[in-house]
């Protein structure tokens, strides 16, 4: 094509030299499933998106990207581990639409701010967009002819969750995936059978420069697991946590970890097979919450959760 001459040339000489426009804000990170797996499943791909928090402090062309990303992957199923909304049921609505955007089967638990804001209403507008929420239950699905056995914890942090209803009639032949918006539930899952457990609710710290996040999500809020992945799926059990998508309060997100994310699991392959974005860490001391503390969380959404 003949080079434009004039101004007209010197605007698109312009413009080709700009810089190019900033790569997605969201990550994608790629894991092998636990080794127990590996018997049992054979090439089936999970997508993991958590703490969405649709609503006035997350754009939702973020939560739009988040979802091409998960969708693009092609996986066979797409979980969510809670916090849909924040402080308010203003945008079902948009929740219902993003969640119908997923291809693939979506399975989902809630988070504390789905109770804070009212629990049975987001069930709901979930269901709608085409969800299946597992509250204290399980479920089994086949998958490219084989069964994955889904077991998912409503809400730890709210006082919601219980193992014990969620767990009865688990079945122990059938590879299981955990999920739970609080990783810490994962340890006792584990001893259940559970070998990975899917997690959100920090947002890794969202600011990770200098281990921040190590110090306000594990030192000073308390917990064992701030981001990515603890435990051992060789042997005792792993699990995930997931960086989210949204914010509940500001957006501001700062260093590498905290970077928003869309995490894949690999069910059936081996760790090794592929890069990851980094193997299993130690977990921090982590602190039980006081009564004072879980109470209060309780309180927090007693007047709308159901
Ligand atoms: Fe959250």
Not at 55 to 69: H, S
Not at 118 to 129: D, H, N, Q
Request: charged share 25%; glycine share 10%; hydrophobic share 40%.
């Amino acid at each position: 094509m003949k080079a434009l001459r004039g101004p007209l040339g010197s605007i698109v000489e312009l413009l080709s030299k700009r810089k190019a426009p900033k790569p997605p804000p969201i990550e994608v990170r790629r894991f092998a499933g636990p080794a127990a797996f590996q018997s049992a499943l054979d090439g089936i791909r999970v997508a993991h998106l958590t703490d969405l928090h649709v609503g006035r402090v997350t754009p939702l062309a973020v939560q739009r990207e988040a979802v091409a990303l998960a969708n693009g992957a092609e996986p066979d199923l797409t979980v969510i581990t809670g916090d849909f909304v924040c402080h308010s049921q203003k945008y079902l609505d948009e929740l219902t639409a993003v969640i119908s955007e997923l291809k693939s089967p979506v399975l989902c638990v809630l988070g504390n701010h789905d109770h804070w804001s009212g629990a049975e209403a987001v069930r709901k507008a979930l269901r709608k967009g085409g969800a299946e929420v597992l509250d204290n239950a399980h479920t089994t699905l086949t998958l490219r002819h084989q069964r994955l056995q889904v077991v998912g914890l409503d809400d730890a942090y709210t006082g919601h969750a219980d193992r014990e209803k969620a767990l009865k009639g688990l079945r122990a032949d059938l590879p299981t995936l955990g999920l739970s918006h609080i990783a810490e539930e994962a340890d006792a899952l584990w001893a259940a059978g559970v070998p990975l457990v899917l997690s959100g609710h920090t947002h890794a710290g969202q600011v990770t420069v200098a281990k921040l996040h190590e110090l306000s999500i594990g030192r000073i809020a308390g917990h064992k697991y701030v981001h990515g992945l603890y435990g051992d799926r060789g042997t005792t059990g792993a699990v995930y946590v997931g960086a989210g998508v949204g914010a509940a309060i500001i957006p501001l997100r700062v260093g590498e970890r905290g970077r928003r994310e869309v995490t894949l699991f690999e069910l059936g392959a081996a760790v090794g097979s592929f890069d990851e974005h980094h193997t299993e860490q130690r977990a921090l001391p982590g602190r039980k919450p006081s009564k004072r503390a879980t109470a209060r969380r309780a309180r927090m959404g007693r007047n709308k959760a159901s």
